[in-house]
């Protein structure tokens, strides 16, 4: 990746801390809040394509809710990796130590070779990135050619405002309109796009 200015990495480092923040005060609950996603989970997982023996990098896991999902599309000889830059979301997926390796850090600046991830599954990830590009283009760099992005949420964009209280944004990141053309200028073709109550799936290719 470009060596950011000085400013630039100081600001990112703010933005990081600040996310680390948000999500250290709701680690603890995480799961009780959320308990019956995981039937969700395993139906996108389904539609990336994930296959026996594959590698999957879980790009922001947080407490792992999709690590035993993903070890299971990917069998024994398969790798599944869960990603995240919060401590405290990581030691809950700790439980899930058995199913997957577990590393803290920035989604943005990973410790990984190029090319080396079948699946990138970020599952609300990409609204807490504070560079989407930057985080798109460092995803793109760790997925083989012909490697697909899953950007999913258990609930569609309106179903996800409206339970935060507030209204569906038109700069919303995640709509396709900004989503599509941000996807090609950082490695990736997409293939499809989702956006109902109940799931908000879009998957993209790497592009060779
Ligand atoms: C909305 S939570 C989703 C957690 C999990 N994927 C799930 O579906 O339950 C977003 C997660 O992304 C992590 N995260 C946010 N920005 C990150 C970054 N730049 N690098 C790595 N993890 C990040 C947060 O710490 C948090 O655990």
Redesign the pocket.
């Known amino acids: 990746m470009d060596i950011p200015h000085p400013g630039a990495r100081a600001a990112h480092a703010r933005e990081?801390a600040e996310?680390?923040a948000f999500?250290a005060r709701r680690a603890a609950d995480?799961d009780s809040k959320?308990p019956d996603d995981s039937p969700r989970?395993a139906a996108a997982i389904a539609d990336t394509g994930l296959t026996t023996g594959q590698f999957v990098l879980?790009?922001?896991?947080?407490?792992g809710?999709?690590l035993p999902l993903l070890r299971a599309a990917v069998g024994p000889t398969g790798t599944v990796l869960g990603?995240?830059?919060?401590p405290e979301?990581l030691d809950r997926a700790t439980a899930h130590r058995a199913e997957a390796f577990l590393v803290r850090?920035?989604?943005?600046r990973l410790p990984l070779p190029d090319a080396v991830a079948d699946l990138v599954f970020?599952?609300?990830?990409i609204s807490?990135?504070?560079d989407p590009t930057a985080?798109l283009r460092e995803l793109a760099r760790v997925t083989r050619p012909g490697g697909r992005l899953a950007l999913f949420h258990p609930l569609g964009r309106a179903a996800l405002a409206a339970r935060k209280g507030h209204p569906l944004t038109p700069d919303d990141l995640r709509a396709r309109a900004h989503l599509h053309p941000l996807l090609r200028t950082t490695g990736w073709t997409p293939l499809s796009y989702t956006d109902e109550p109940t799931r908000y799936l879009s998957l993209a290719t790497r592009t060779p």
């Open positions: 990081l996310t680390r999500f995480w959320y989970y879980d790009a922001g896991c947080g407490t809710r999709a990603v995240d830059l919060t979301m850090a920035d989604c943005t970020g599952a609300g990830l807490h990135l504070p985080g």
